[in-house]
Every structure is written in C-alpha cells, then in structure tokens.
C-alpha cells in the first residue's frame, strides 16, 4: 500500500508542475467566439438545407408544368362536352359564382421560397449556389406569370346568337335584343379552354352592382348548358349549369340568361335610335388550383336599343 502512495504522490507532483495555470482572458474570449461562430454556421447550413429543398420542389413542380406545357399540342375544335338532355327554364342567378379570389396559400409558399432563395444569394459565397439560386428565383417568377394569368378561356369557334332578337341597320355590327323593358332574353356562346393546361369552368361572374340603384342596366343574370346544339337553337335543350372540366382545346355551349334593363325597347324602325351594348362576359375558371375570372370577348355585341331620354 506504501507503494502506491508513493506512486499517486509523485503523479499528483508531475501534474502540478505541468499545470499551465489559468487560461489568459483572450484566449477565453477567442474559444468563445469560435463555438459561437461554429452554432451560426451550423443554423445557416440548415437554413440553406431547407431553402434547397423548398427549391427542389418548386423547380421539379415547374418542370411538370412545363413537361405538360411542351408535350400538349392544341387543337381547337367546337362542340359541347356530353352532358344529359334535360328540359330546363334558366333562372336568374343560376350558375353565378363568385370572382377571383385571392391565392393566399400559394402566394405564401412562392414568398417563403423567393425569401430563402434570396438569402442564399445574399449570405453564400459558393459560386454555383448563387447560380442556381438566381435561376431558381426566375424559375418561381415564370410559374407565378404563367399560372396567374386570366386569358385561359375565350371564343374560338362555335356558336353565338341572341334569341329574341334581330339583325342592326345597315352597316352596324352587333346584334340587337328584340325585348321591351326589363325581360329576359337568351344569348348562345361556346367558350374555349385556349390554354395549354385543364381547367374547370365554374360558372358566371357576378353582375356588376349598377348606382343609383332605380336604374336597372343591361346585364347577364344566369347561365346553362347547351348539351346537344341543334339547327333551331331556340328549340335547343338545355341543362342546368354545372362545373365542367375542359380539356385544351375542348369547348363547352352555353345558353347565357341576360336582362335587358328597364330602357330597352323595341322599335318597328331601329333608325334614330340610342344603344347600350354588352361585349364581354365573365366567366369563372379554376386552373392549376387558382380561380380566375375571364372577360370574354363576345363575337358580336349584343345591343339594347333605347330612346334618347332615358331614366
């Protein structure tokens, strides 16, 4: 036992004279700054791991849309989507729908991804990073231009006409409702998915709120569906409205209820008259998940006739 108190008395006495004594203050001081360093640049790596994974799957989504974008040829052609044969009276506010809303999810995604691509540009040294980070960012704009576009639908070919209602003078383009007061009248329409991507076509845009509020318009109030065009369109049967998904290029006929307004008239002669004219349409759609609403242009403009003093 003598022996290994001699043993530990001369360790603890070897120790002692190695011992350095206290760290100096800077030394302290610049260990602490390097774990410090070391944490940030730990929280900046995984910052930067998760901005490229936020990124990967943006660039791969964008890549489908493309990849569908590229492959899809489009072929206009007319013709109503197959739906059932159904006698039907369309009504006012049959098949509206409320306009555009605001994409809230998706424009907070694409602005926590442009936020960390951002922060890669601005704190990384790595040449390739940047790069990628800036194609990237232009990447995520071009998806946001293409996809918040509201030109997906118009007319291409297909019908138009206005039941009740007749040719203008000489000369004049249009076509003018043969209705006295405000009573309904029916337009036929065939809109066009023209884009290159599915959409689904959700009904009629809301009509306008018109001050003061005793002065009724000219206005579009209710929308159907055409399912089998006939010679007669005014023997057509109609459907009642509902979502149809449109292929690119597919087309859908619609038998659209509209007002006339409470100065319509209707003249023997349409010389020397006044006209108030409707030439667009809004029509609701829902494409790669955001809802749009389209202004369109009819082929011919639907015209009121109404006297020179008017309410």
């Not at 100096?24 to 070391?38: D, I, N, T, W």
């Not at 900046?44 to 990849?67: C, D, F, P, S």
């Not at 509902?242 to 290029?249: A, N, Y």
Request: hydrophobic share 45%.
């Amino acid at each position: 036992m003598s022996g290994d108190a001699g043993i530990d008395r001369d360790l603890r006495a070897m120790l002692a004279n190695r011992d350095p004594g206290p760290a100096p203050a800077r030394l302290a001081a610049s260990v602490g700054a390097r774990l410090a360093a070391e944490r940030g640049t730990r929280r900046e790596t995984l910052l930067e791991r998760l901005t490229v994974v936020a990124t990967a799957v943006t660039m791969v989504a964008a890549g489908l849309i493309l990849l569908v974008v590229v492959n899809r040829p489009i072929s206009i052609s007319p013709g109503a989507a197959p739906l059932p044969t159904l006698p039907y009276t369309i009504q006012p506010g049959d098949g509206v729908v409320h306009g555009e809303d605001v994409p809230v999810f998706q424009v907070l995604f694409g602005g926590i991804v442009l936020i960390g691509l951002a922060t890669i540009l601005a704190t990384t040294a790595a040449r390739w990073k940047r790069i990628g980070a800036a194609l990237a960012m232009l990447m995520v704009a071009f998806v946001a231009l293409t996809i918040g576009m509201s030109d997906a639908i118009g007319f291409a070919s297909g019908i138009d006409g206005i039941e009740r209602g007749r040719n203008p003078p000489d000369g004049q383009a249009g076509i003018v409702v043969g209705v006295v007061g405000d009573r309904p009248f029916t337009m036929y329409l065939t809109v066009t998915n023209t884009s290159r991507l599915r959409l689904e076509v959700e009904g009629l845009a809301e009509p306008p709120t018109f001050l003061p509020p005793m002065v009724v318009q000219p206005r579009f109030v209710g929308l159907g569906i055409i399912p089998d065009v006939s010679v007669d369109l005014t023997d057509a049967p109609r459907a009642p409205f509902r979502p149809v998904t449109l292929e690119p290029g597919a087309s859908l006929d619609l038998a659209v209820l509209g007002m006339a307004g409470q100065c319509a008239i209707s003249p023997p002669s349409l010389a020397g008259v006044g006209y108030t004219w409707l030439d667009h349409i809004g029509i609701v759609y829902e494409q790669l998940t955001i809802r749009h609403q389209a202004s369109v242009a009819l082929p011919e403009p639907v015209k009121i006739a109404e006297p020179d003093a008017c309410p």
